[in-house]
């Protein structure tokens, strides 16, 4: 992208994630910017620039106000916060279309999966769409494991010890993390090309985790955890 407005907008994002790790820092970021450009390309027609332009800097600024949740403990909602920081810095860096300005800041605002706003619009579901691909498949499988280890969880346990353990507990495992919530995303997708790629993510998903059952299920049997 050679856009002017993009550049300043790339290099504020880069800072807003200087120093961050985990799940959500820049490199989720940028998975999000090429998912939601591969699912436009499949699913707008080729003259429906505007939203493609949209769909780039929602993208590039879904997650900007996640610092702040994280720091907040969760007690403020990075989407609903996104929504008018994702409009502010656009505007502070020079944009002045409000009709852009506003459709970004609504794909910001939309695009959590227990969000309470349903997208609406093709921009708004692809974005959507595009944080949840990077939640499942072998990235997805990857993210779990890193927050696991970040809380203290163990590496796998029981079907049983996963479903009825606490979040940010020892049982908080990557599996929890697949039982409760990844498994569904598939289902949960808006547009059909992003459904399509999630259910190759969501395959290859469950055949890892019934692998690792596999190789665990004689030593969860022998320590008593599995009857």
């Given at each position: 992208?050679?856009?002017?407005?993009?550049?300043?907008?790339?290099?504020?994002?880069?800072?807003?994630?200087s120093g961050v790790r985990g799940g959500h820092d820049l490199d989720h970021t940028m998975r999000v910017y090429v998912n939601a450009c591969k699912i436009a390309e499949m699913e707008l027609p080729a003259e429906d620039q505007e939203s493609r332009r949209i769909i780039r800097y929602a993208a590039l600024l879904h997650d900007c106000a996640r610092p702040e949740e994280d720091s907040g403990k969760g007690n403020v909602c990075h989407a609903a916060l996104g929504r008018t920081k994702s409009v502010e810095?656009?505007?502070?860096?020079?944009?002045?279309?409000?009709?852009?300005?506003?459709?970004?800041?609504?794909?910001?605002?939309?695009?959590?999966?227990r969000g309470k706003d349903t997208p609406e619009t093709p921009a708004e579901k692809i974005v959507y769409d595009a944080d949840?691909?990077?939640?499942?498949?072998?990235v997805g499988i990857a993210r779990t494991f890193h927050f696991a280890s970040h809380v203290g969880a163990r590496i796998h346990n029981t079907e049983k010890q996963a479903l009825e353990g606490a979040e940010y507990g020892p049982e908080d495992t990557g599996y929890r993390e697949y039982l409760?919530?990844?498994?569904?995303?598939?289902?949960?997708?808006?547009?059909?090309?992003?459904k399509a790629l999630a259910v190759q993510r969501g395959e290859f998903m469950k055949s890892f985790f019934d692998e690792l059952n596999a190789e665990t299920e004689e030593v969860f049997r022998f320590t008593g955890e599995l009857s």
């Open positions: 992208m050679n856009d002017e407005l993009f550049q300043r907008v790339l290099q504020r994002v880069r800072a807003i994630f810095i656009l505007r502070e860096l020079g944009c002045t279309d409000e009709a852009f300005l506003h459709a970004v800041g609504e794909c910001v605002g939309k695009h959590r999966y949840k691909l990077d939640s499942i498949g072998a409760v919530k990844l498994r569904n995303v598939p289902g949960r997708m808006l547009t059909a090309s992003g």
